[in-house]
């Protein structure tokens, strides 16, 4: 197989998991930034719709440098999904293939279910659940805690952290709810 | 008299307000010295593009990824972030061992995190969400990247949720 051929796999966890944590020393020496993404979301608030909460009135401007990275995000997803795309369907373990089978989701082509998730979708209940609720949770849940996987899981974590460790263990005991207890109803709307 | 007392307090506090509202969820609260141009943000953004991509390659913006995580099923994201906090824990020990200086000279702080009720909270609250959507913050902004639009929905929801946070903030429990 040829390098590019490679590339278009998908990529190990031995090569994406380094590369991810090194993410921390680089925004560190660039520029004395800590890692973290769900901060953007509050800036965005900060930026657009302060409406005179305190926790918005802040200079949003010297925090530009978590937009341009975020920015950066969605650039770099557009470059791995145009110049880098897998033509394989994405493979997942046949428990799972089998049990999203009952709901109707049949479709491995694209790293987000397009059959749960797409415009139509979003004036069904199930749609709506899991794009606008499931959405609101997260930056809302994010903020309440301080961070999220990066800046607690990741961030946090690196600098030994023990509310980060609490956090980190939060966000997966609500996934693990999730998954087992309430997202099978959900998928049967 | 006392009328002026508050009032004096509320200027202090607007004084001193910038530091202390961004540092109020320990993040992102380390300011430059040092005076930069808009453009010196562009390499944070070159940063985030090769992020895009191994969020993307390395299918960690990928729902099913996130099921299988939560299902036990597959150890690719178990993988992930392990190894991503083993190696931010050897750089971060390797900069506060060497005291390493950023690029500009300036030394390299890090915020310690205090403990509150929200991140337990809050905590489960993202980790529900994040079993529906599939996707933590970062994931979000990618999943539009990679041509799902429909994303923007859920990335502007969570902005909502953000700003629902800072209205109702003093109410929660801490």
Redesign the interface.
Known sequence: MNPLEV?KQ?????????????????????????F???????H??AAC?P?N???????WK?????L??????????????VL?P?PEP?K??E??ANDLAKYGITD?S?????Q????K??STWRGF????????????????????????????????????L???????????????L??PY?LAL | MIEQNVQEKQTTIVEN??FE??S?????????QVE?K?Y????????????????????????????????L?????????????????L??W??KKFK?K???G???????????K?????????????????????P????????????L???????????????L?DK?PH
Not at chain 1, 110 to 114: G, Q, T, W
Not at chain 2, 106 to 116: S, V
């Open positions: 590339l998908p990529w190990p966890w031995y090569v994406a998991g380094p590369l991810i944590g090194l993410t921390v020393p680089t925004l560190l020496i660039l520029g004395n930034k800590s973290g993404i769900s901060s953007s979301l509050r965005i608030c719709m409406a909460i305190p926790f918005f009135k802040y200079d010297k925090e530009a440098w978590n341009f990275f975020v920015a950066g995000i969605l650039i770099g997803s557009i470059i791995a999904i880098l897998n994405i997942v373990h428990n799972l491995y694209h790293l987000v279910p397009l749960l998730f797409n415009w979708a979003l659940i899991l794009m606008v609720v499931g959405g609101f949770m997260v930056g809302f849940g994010t903020r309440y805690a301080g961070g999220c996987t990066s800046g607690h899981s990741i961030m946090g974590l690196s600098n030994l952290q023990l509310p980060s609490i956090a980190t263990i939060s966000f997966m005991v609500g996934g693990f709810a999730m998954v087992h309430i997202l959900i | 307000h910038d509202v961004r109020l969820d320990a993040m992102c609260v380390n300011t430059s930069q808009w010196s943000n562009l390499k944070y953004m070159a940063v985030g593009m090769i992020f895009g991509i191994l969020f993307v390659k390395a299918e960690i913006i990928s729902w099913f990824r996130i099921q299988e995580m939560f299902r099923e597959s150890f690719h994201m178990y993988g992930v972030i392990g190894s991503a906090v083993a190696v931010g824990m750089s971060v390797l900069i390493i950023t690029i500009d300036e030394p390299i702080t890090l915020q310690p995190k205090k403990f509150n929200g991140q337990i909270i809050g905590g489960i609250i993202f980790g529900l969400g994040w079993g529906m959507t599939g996707a933590c913050p970062g979000l902004y990618a999943q539009i990247g990679t041509g799902a639009t429909v994303i929905i859920t990335l502007l929801s969570a902005i909502l949720g953000t700003w629902v946070y800072g209205f903030r929660l």
